[in-house]
């Protein structure tokens, strides 16, 4: 899907009772720099625009999405503030205009949209944005003359946003937060390695980096790599169940003969990011299962759920220590490789997720203090022949983990207009099939269970 909107679209600019007032320049540069409840400051003078230029909201592909009644509508934020729906190419002036227009798809009697109650920018409702630009810019703001909207919210995506908030409050303080910091985060638009210099502790450590092929630094791949089929099913089943990112490990063999690493086995970390406490017991269960199949520690995996399958800086840097403690003290050579899984960015073709195999080469002698280079590693994937009952155990453990999380995804909500997120993870899951065909009957056991979390 392109950033540019199809040839001649239609423009619907009804909104209903509610369709925002458009600014100009001058009166955006008022409203956003006067104080208290001056006439500006009304629901309508705050628009997507403003927000836009404001950094609150990033223009992106598949960002907005409307819930209403069972229905699920899909938008593309444009560069002008304005919205793209993403079914038809129809273009609409104002949250307000797209969300009645939806609305009165599915119930004809309905009037309004309420469409910054009912929008969700990245899965926060767009009023919460509005809110967040008072707060800055006008902290002495009534915050009524935002909230307001929320009560004339319909009754379905209300009860949805109650259910939401009491699985909230039975978790614990630190995990909520960490799930409400990667909801709200912005797309990360990735930069060239070129660009980045010499560290710079004041550089966001998110910072997506684009990678580079071997043959640009000019250096040859020091290794071949062959992975099982089994170990990608496995790690993308674990990427889809969360919207919060998780890691693991990969278990496999290494050949100093032939310089390839085989990598046979995932270890999912039933465990969160934030855990400190529980992670030592995890990683401990985990080495001890790498000794009694007698594989190796060949390297590790981690979700971007709504972003690009690429290294962050940070990921760079926990790279370049994981190739470093692999290779131990004697000096010997041993790869690590680092695989990133993209499960639910829409910039992904397909249903399939992005699963990206990198290394991270050292800098220069010259310039120490250079980040490391992120390169692609070619792999080759082998189809297994079946899926064995280890694999399959491994997927049980891990719905059981998440049944009761908060940041579980609804497998019965929409991905897109036409595909469930239980069609996304089936479909994604197939591009790993093994040879025998009776996998996925298999795996309908697995599904249902998933069907039964929510």
């Not at 104080?35 to 403003?50: A, F, H, P």
């Not at 990245?122 to 009560?151: C, F, I």
């Not at 995996?301 to 690429?310: F, K, N, Q």
């Amino acid at each position: 899907m392109g950033s540019e909107p199809p040839s001649s679209p239609q423009v619907v600019e009804d909104g209903g009772e509610e369709d925002e007032e458009e600014l100009s320049g001058g009166e955006e540069a008022d409203l956003r720099s006067s104080s208290g409840r001056g006439s500006l400051l009304t629901r309508r003078g705050i628009t997507l625009r403003v927000l836009l230029k404001d950094g609150l909201v990033e223009p992106g592909d598949g960002v907005l999405a409307i819930h209403y009644l069972g229905k699920n509508f899909v938008g593309d934020l444009l560069n002008d503030g304005k919205i793209r729906w993403v079914e038809t190419g129809q273009i609409f002036n104002s949250p307000s205009a797209w969300a009645t227009h939806c609305k009165r798809l599915v119930n004809p009697a309905k009037k309004s949209g309420c469409g910054w109650a009912s929008v969700r920018y990245r899965g926060q409702k767009l009023v919460q944005y509005k809110t967040t630009w008072l707060h800055k810019y006008q902290p002495s703001a009534d915050m009524s003359l935002v909230s307001e909207e929320d009560d004339d919210e319909d009754e379905e995506e209300g009860k949805t946003a109650v259910q939401t908030d009491e699985k909230i409050k039975n978790t614990k303080p630190g995990l909520h937060d960490v799930m409400v910091s990667r909801r709200t985060d912005r797309e990360r638009v990735p930069v060239r390695y070129c660009t980045l210099g010499t560290r710079d502790a004041a550089r966001d450590a998110h910072t997506l980096v684009e990678l580079s092929a071997f043959s640009a630094i000019n250096r040859f791949q020091p290794f071949n790599v062959a992975v099982s089929s089994n170990v990608l099913l496995l790690m993308d089943f674990h990427c889809h169940l969360t919207t919060s990112e998780v890691v693991g490990y990969l278990g496999g063999r290494w050949d100093t003969n032939t310089q390839l690493l085989t990598v046979l086995r995932a270890f999912p970390c039933r465990t969160r990011l934030a855990d400190r406490d529980s992670a030592s017991a995890v990683e401990e269960e985990i080495c001890q299962n790498l000794f009694m199949r007698g594989l190796s520690l060949v390297g590790w995996y981690h979700s971007h759920p709504r972003g690009p399958a690429l290294p962050s800086l940070q990921d760079i840097d926990s790279q370049m220590d994981h190739q470093l403690r692999l290779q131990g003290s004697n000096n010997g050579f041993q790869p690590c490789l680092g695989i990133i899984c993209g499960p639910y960015y829409h910039g992904n073709q397909g249903v399939a997720s992005t699963i990206t195999p990198f290394w991270v080469v050292p800098p220069p002698e010259q310039r120490p203090n250079d980040y490391g280079i992120p390169v692609a590693v070619e792999v080759t994937y082998v189809q297994d022949n079946f899926l064995t009952s280890d694999v399959l155990n491994e997927m049980m453990l891990l719905v059981d983990y998440y049944r009761a999380a908060p940041d579980l995804v609804q497998f019965n909500q929409y991905w897109c207009p036409d595909t469930t997120m239980m069609d996304k993870i089936k479909g994604s899951l197939s591009c790993h099939a093994p040879k025998d065909q009776a996998y996925s009957q298999i795996l309908e056991h697995v599904y249902s269970q998933l069907c039964n979390m929510h």
